[in-house]
């Protein structure tokens, strides 16, 4: 898939040797993509993504897959700090309060089985921003439509295990087993798990939260 190069001077080298095992999804909050790329490369903003998709398709590249975008900021995934090291970050154009559209969709699903195959990166590697920085980052969003990259391989389906009684330990626990081990609070780790997987859940923990985190 062919994108526009428009290089953000906002990169740097990946830090000790290390090599994409994450795509970052995010949405941009702006009002427009031409918004948002002059923002991703502009140097006082000193912020960056490797692509960003417009909402009729477009889509930009402004660093080097090989290069260390500066999009993920604090947080955790599975463990490991410094996601900017070890990920390739997408911007998608979007408030987050309303649905991605179409031409977006497709272009992003076209776009990513060949970043997951130049890097090796299997489904579980492809995480939203608000996954490795709970509380802090909400997107991609509640209208983010995860079960359509899932249908693909393009990212993991919610699991479908047992609906047994939850505590928030137990929670916890299979939370930090899907990957979700940045420090946050039981309510902020709740919220985050709802949004990649339960979009659009409230209330109390409940079943069918533990329940979407076995290993589908």
């Known amino acids: 898939m062919a994108a526009i190069w428009h290089p953000s001077p906002n990169f740097g080298v990946r830090r000790d040797g ?22 991703l490369c502009d140097p006082k903003a000193e912020v960056s ?17 090989d290069q260390r975008a500066w999009h993920a900021g604090a947080g955790a ?7 900017n090291s070890r990920s390739i970050g997408i911007e998608l154009d979007n408030r987050g309060d309303h649905p991605f559209s179409e031409p977006q969709m497709a272009a992003l699903e076209r776009l990513l089985p060949g970043i997951m ?20 980052k909400a997107d991609p969003g509640p209208r983010f439509d995860w079960t359509r990259l899932a249908r693909q391989g393009l990212a993991t389906r919610p699991g479908m295990g047992e609906t047994a009684k939850p505590t928030p ?18 309510a ?6 709802r949004l990649r997987f339960r979009p659009g859940a409230s209330g109390p ?12």
């Open 18 to 39: 290390l090599r994409p095992t994450l795509i970052v999804l995010h949405y941009t909050a702006m009002t427009s993509a031409q918004a948002a790329l002059d923002r």
């Open 49 to 65: 993504a490797h692509y960003l998709i417009g909402g009729d398709g477009t889509l930009w590249q402004m660093v080097d897959e």
């Open 77 to 83: 995934w599975a463990g490991q700090g410094d996601v």
């Open 117 to 136: 195959q130049r890097h090796g990166i299997a489904p579980q590697g492809v995480i939203g921003h608000s996954c490795m920085a709970p509380g802090r």
């Open 169 to 186: 330990d137990s929670f916890r626990q299979m939370a930090r087993a899907r990957g979700f081990t940045a420090p946050c609070d039981d």
């Open 188 to 193: 902020t780790l709740l919220a985050a798990v």
């Open 205 to 216: 923990l409940t079943a069918e939260d533990l329940a979407v985190l076995h290993m589908a």
